[in-house]
Nanobody
Framework: QVQLVESGGGLVQAGGSLRLSCAAS????????MGWYRQAPGQQRELVAA???????NYADSVKNRFTISRDNAKNTVYLQMNSLKPEDTAVYYC??????????????WGQGTQVTVSS
């Protein structure tokens, strides 16, 4: 079994910063793409940022130059540094990792979600 545990959400004023973390544990053989998604009330879940095993990154236009995704392969952990936060960044943020385990084929795993609230 694989578990993803997120941390780092909270309440921050506009212009502030937060850092999200998501650590995977279990019978992991390898991890390909890691990413962060978010879902605001009444809206669909959207991709915020992703990073491949080779380090290539992809960002939603709305967060470019403000958010930075990174990963620590030794810790099976992905991070999202969020700077210059805006009220419209308010959402539940979900971690996603594409993991190959020792007992099953590769598939996507999701974290439990962490609330980020940006006040104006």
């Amino acid at each position: 079994q694989v578990q993803l545990v997120e941390s780092g959400g909270g309440l921050v004023q506009a212009g502030g910063s937060l850092r999200l973390s998501c650590a995977a544990s279990g019978s992991i053989f390898s991890i390909n793409t890691m990413g962060w998604y978010r879902q605001a009330p009444g809206q669909q879940r959207e991709l915020v940022a992703a990073i491949t095993s080779g380090g290539s990154t992809n960002y939603a236009d709305s967060v470019k130059n403000r958010f930075t995704i990174s990963r620590d392969n030794a810790k099976n952990t992905v991070y999202l540094q969020m700077n210059s936060l805006k009220p419209e960044d308010t959402a539940v943020y979900y971690c996603n990792q594409h993991i190959l385990t020792l007992s099953a084929g590769p598939r996507d795993y999701w974290g439990q979600g962490t609330q980020v609230t940006v006040s104006s």
